[in-house]
């Protein structure tokens, strides 16, 4: 057997452009997407979307329900879409989660099973009384009592080189992508480090975030693997995900 990544989408999320992207205006309406990397050695699950309970109740979300409209349609939960996709939620091994905000995480208690894979900085900020008032993060999406695996910079999952976490910090304190070696090639989930293509070509960001400088620095090592051949798929690329949410990657 050899690797896949399967793209899932957990619906949709609109909002004023510039909610996402500084100085843009209009609205514009966003996949939130999941990855399933299947390696011989274990099922991953990278990132887990929004929770279920939104479809019809957007009261978890705080003040962020002011600000984004969900779209989930009925039976799209992630058990739901796992299974159309044939992976059994609950033999996912591990949940690789790039930040801790509520598209990011909301699905994990529908991960029974997995070890959660998450840098030691993000899940730090994630259970930060201060950032919880404030309603940053809500750890009722992933603080659940799975097996938690706080990792510090890059981390390589089953020690060949096939999966990796790469931080990229600036978004959040403790952001991380995952870089997957397929047969066709690298390819990098870039996760919100880059939310669309255009973003990463202006060097534009969103108006909010832990540090700008940080945030382009990871900017600039994403451009470098780009160059030496890395394909980058962004985190919330409508564009790029319409090309890819009906196939699998080898
Ligand atoms: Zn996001």
């Not at 400088?213 to 890395?230: A, F, T, V, Y």
Request: glycine share 8%; aromatic share 8%.
């Amino acid at each position: 057997m050899s690797l896949t990544l399967t793209p899932i989408e957990s619906g949709r999320l609109t909002s004023a452009k510039g909610v996402l992207c500084e100085h843009a205006e209009g609205d514009i309406t966003i996949p939130v997407s999941c990855w399933v990397v299947s390696h011989p050695k274990g099922t991953v699950l990278f990132d887990t979307g929004l929770h279920k309970e939104l479809t019809t109740d957007s009261g978890r979300l705080g003040a962020s329900a002011d600000v984004f409209a969900v779209d989930i349609p009925a039976g799209e939960d992630l058990v739901a879409l796992l299974s159309q996709k044939e992976f059994d939620a609950e033999k996912i091994d591990f949940i690789v989660l790039s930040h801790l905000h509520f598209d990011h995480c909301g699905g994990t208690e529908q991960i029974p099973n997995a070890r959660i894979i998450v840098q030691e900085e993000e899940w730090l900020s994630g259970t930060d009384p201060k950032l919880i008032e404030l309603g940053i993060y809500n750890p009722n999406d992933f603080n659940l009592g799975h097996s938690v695996k706080q990792i510090k910079g890059e981390f390589d999952l089953f020690g060949d080189g096939t999966v990796v976490c790469l931080p990229t910090p600036g978004h959040t304190a403790g952001h991380q992508s995952l870089r997957i070696e397929l047969e066709s090639g690298p390819v990098v989930l870039t996760s919100d480090c880059v939310y669309w293509q255009q973003m990463l070509e202006d060097m534009s960001f969103p108006p909010f975030g832990f540090s700008r400088e940080q945030h382009r620095d990871s900017m600039l090592n994403l451009i470098k693997l780009q160059k030496e051949g890395c394909k980058l798929i962004f985190g919330h690329d409508a564009l790029q995900w319409a090309s890819l949410k009906d196939n699998v990657l080898r």
